[in-house]
């Protein structure tokens, strides 16, 4: 059996593992590239035919592990594409969304490349549109976590939790031949215990080969325990100023939990009443997934539900869809608490927020996720003095905080942990989805306190599992 890695490979995005038996040919994966250095690799053909490929396991619903499937399918891949019940609800809100953005950005492309007479690097028309997102959503088959599935004569696998979003999944690959059967566990994207919605993420007694990302293989996370504090001070502190709190968001996982937090906050009088507003239409579309799924989620949440309490609603909360209702929030006096689209403050809402809010104070801008080098988020959390939105420069005079213990990603010691649960070692364990420093960083504890082999794929690598 041979593994050829096509994506994430000594970088974040684009996760996607090609798995070849003598019977079978399987992809895991099949991300989007979204660090601009490697924006290029979205346009070339894949490195195999998708039309040779029998099945497409995706592990979660993110962009960057899903986010090239209608063009996967549109390239000629006819197979059946494989993922969670959660995910299957989720998969279409990110799909289609991301085709109109991607519609979008080739007429805007289009539009100034004609103004400014010239050619941009990449084509101007849609990596792929709607209709495409809309027919590879015809393939998808849910499969319920631990349930085998069979591909092909040779191979099989199970889904087990992540824990990292609602739905996510770590695979494990079952390759018989001769009698004998090898397992190759791919971990997708690993979550952090004791998280309050998703469940933990899950463990593995053995692997003969391991393909686990390493994203925080060097750092270590703030104590999630003092995010409900940090949250409540950084509350308090602005409203007693009368400005109001800017929650950058992103739209699966992370609202939900911010919401999570301020349910409890609110039904425990620990911050005054004020309105408060989800002004993302694809969050409010996911928290409803959530709702559905709630058998899914971990106890808390589940506790919430079964005594008749939503976790995503609380006196003051609005879930705000329509541009009208979103336009209308700046027309508010005194405080109030905004959570909108996107994370990275890239697009979306959140920039129409900003400029009313930006050059305030009184307010706050609070940072609850991963903001990539470049993005308007990384250069206000840096503390630049003035920023450009829309096109216009804009003083940065908010005050600014960020709460770093929402990460749905392990720490170095948490994938560390995971790993370890393995009663002894695999033949050689993949380090994948991360940067060459936190890749080598796991790598070498891993040598080190467990004496086991290790490797970092580069792209398009490809190995020999025997």
């Not at 979204?34 to 993110?62: C, M, S």
């Not at 069979?150 to 494990?172: K, P, Q, T």
């Not at 170095?412 to 380090?431: A, E």
């Given at each position: 059996?041979?593994?050829?890695?096509?994506?994430?490979?000594?970088?974040?995005?684009?996760?996607c593992?090609?798995?070849?038996s003598?019977?079978?040919?399987?992809?895991i994966?099949?991300?989007?590239?979204?660090?601009?250095d490697?924006l290029?690799?979205?346009?070339?053909p894949f490195?195999?035919?998708?039309?040779?490929?029998?099945?497409?396991?995706?592990?979660h619903?993110?962009?960057?592990?899903?986010?090239?499937?209608?063009?996967?399918?549109?390239?000629?891949f006819?197979?059946?594409i494989?993922v969670?019940?959660p995910?299957?609800?989720?998969?279409?809100?990110?799909l289609?969304?991301?085709a109109?953005?991607?519609?979008?950005?080739?007429?805007?492309?289009?539009k100034?490349?004609?103004?400014?007479?010239?050619?941009?690097?990449?084509?101007?028309?849609?990596?792929y549109?709607?209709?495409?997102?809309?027919?590879?959503?015809?393939?998808?088959?849910?499969?319920?976590?631990?349930?085998?599935?069979?591909?092909?004569?040779?191979l099989?696998?199970?889904?087990?939790?992540?824990?990292?979003?609602l739905?996510?999944?770590?695979?494990?690959?079952?390759f018989?031949?001769?009698?004998?059967?090898t397992?190759?566990?791919?971990s997708?994207?690993?979550?952090?215990?004791?998280?309050?919605?998703?469940?933990?993420?899950?463990?593995?007694?053995?692997?003969?080969?391991?393909?686990?990302?390493?994203?925080?293989g060097?750092?270590?996370?703030?104590?999630?325990?003092?995010?409900?504090?940090?949250?409540?001070?950084?509350?308090?502190?602005?409203?007693?100023?009368n400005?109001?709190?800017?929650?950058?968001?992103?739209?699966?996982?992370?609202?939900?939990?911010?919401?999570?937090?301020?349910?409890?906050?609110?039904?425990?009088?620990?911050?005054?009443?004020?309105?408060?507003?989800?002004?993302?239409?694809m969050?409010?579309?996911?928290?409803?997934?959530?709702?559905?799924?709630?058998?899914s989620?971990?106890?808390?949440?589940?506790?919430l539900?079964?005594?008749?309490?939503?976790?995503?609603s609380?006196?003051?909360?609005?879930?705000?869809?329509?541009?009208?209702e979103?336009?209308?929030?700046?027309?508010?006096?005194?405080?109030c608490?905004?959570?909108a689209?996107?994370?990275?403050?890239?697009?979306?809402?959140?920039?129409?927020?900003?400029?009313?809010n930006?050059?305030?104070?009184?307010?706050?801008?609070?940072?609850?996720g991963y903001?990539?080098?470049?993005?308007?988020?990384?250069?206000?959390?840096?503390?630049?003095?003035?920023?450009?939105?829309?096109?216009?420069?804009?003083?940065?005079?908010?005050?600014?905080?960020?709460?770093?213990?929402?990460?749905a990603h392990?720490?170095?010691n948490?994938?560390f942990?995971?790993?370890?649960?393995?009663?002894r070692?695999?033949?050689?364990?993949?380090?994948?989805?991360?940067?060459?420093?936190?890749?080598?960083?796991?790598?070498?504890?891993?040598?080190?306190?467990?004496?086991?082999?290790?490797?970092?794929?580069?792209?398009?690598?490809?190995?020999?599992?025997t």
């Amino acid at each position: 059996m041979n593994i050829t890695f096509i994506g994430a490979c000594r970088q974040i995005t684009g996760s996607c593992y090609l798995l070849e038996s003598e019977d079978s040919r399987v992809v895991i994966d099949c991300g989007l590239y979204q660090e601009r250095d490697y924006l290029g690799r979205n346009w070339k053909p894949f490195p195999f035919d998708p039309g040779d490929v029998d099945a497409l396991i995706l592990t979660h619903a993110h962009l960057d592990h899903s986010g090239l499937t209608p063009k996967f399918v549109r390239d000629g891949f006819k197979g059946k594409i494989y993922v969670t019940r959660p995910t299957a609800d989720l998969i279409p809100i990110v799909l289609l969304d991301a085709a109109h953005i991607q519609e979008e950005d080739a007429a805007y492309k289009k539009k100034r490349h004609k103004k400014e007479n010239r050619t941009g690097p990449y084509p101007e028309i849609p990596l792929y549109t709607k209709e495409d997102a809309e027919k590879s959503l015809l393939q998808i088959e849910s499969v319920p976590y631990k349930e085998k599935v069979d591909i092909g004569r040779d191979l099989s696998f199970r889904f087990f939790d992540a824990g990292h979003i609602l739905g996510s999944s770590m695979v494990e690959m079952t390759f018989r031949s001769n009698g004998k059967e090898t397992t190759i566990v791919f971990s997708g994207d690993i979550g952090q215990m004791d998280k309050p919605l998703v469940k933990d993420p899950s463990f593995f007694d053995r692997a003969d080969w391991i393909v686990m990302e390493s994203l925080y293989g060097d750092r270590v996370h703030e104590d999630p325990m003092d995010i409900e504090t940090m949250l409540q001070s950084i509350i308090n502190q602005t409203v007693a100023s009368n400005g109001n709190i800017l929650i950058p968001t992103f739209a699966i996982e992370r609202a939900q939990e911010v919401m999570f937090y301020l349910n409890i906050l609110v039904r425990e009088d620990k911050i005054p009443y004020m309105m408060m507003f989800l002004d993302s239409p694809m969050a409010v579309n996911v928290t409803e997934v959530f709702k559905k799924h709630r058998q899914s989620l971990d106890r808390e949440a589940k506790v919430l539900f079964e005594t008749g309490e939503s976790p995503f609603s609380f006196p003051g909360l609005k879930l705000i869809r329509s541009v009208a209702e979103s336009k209308a929030i700046n027309n508010i006096r005194g405080s109030c608490l905004i959570m909108a689209g996107s994370g990275m403050c890239t697009g979306g809402r959140i920039k129409h927020h900003l400029v009313h809010n930006i050059n305030d104070p009184d307010a706050t801008i609070l940072f609850v996720g991963y903001q990539a080098h470049g993005t308007l988020g990384r250069l206000i959390l840096e503390g630049k003095e003035s920023v450009r939105i829309h096109g216009r420069p804009y003083p940065v005079r908010a005050r600014i905080e960020a709460i770093h213990g929402f990460s749905a990603h392990a720490d170095r010691n948490g994938l560390f942990q995971w790993v370890s649960h393995l009663t002894r070692g695999p033949k050689s364990v993949f380090l994948t989805h991360g940067d060459p420093e936190a890749a080598s960083a796991l790598a070498s504890r891993l040598q080190k306190e467990k004496g086991w082999k290790t490797e970092i794929p580069e792209y398009l690598a490809t190995y020999r599992l025997t």
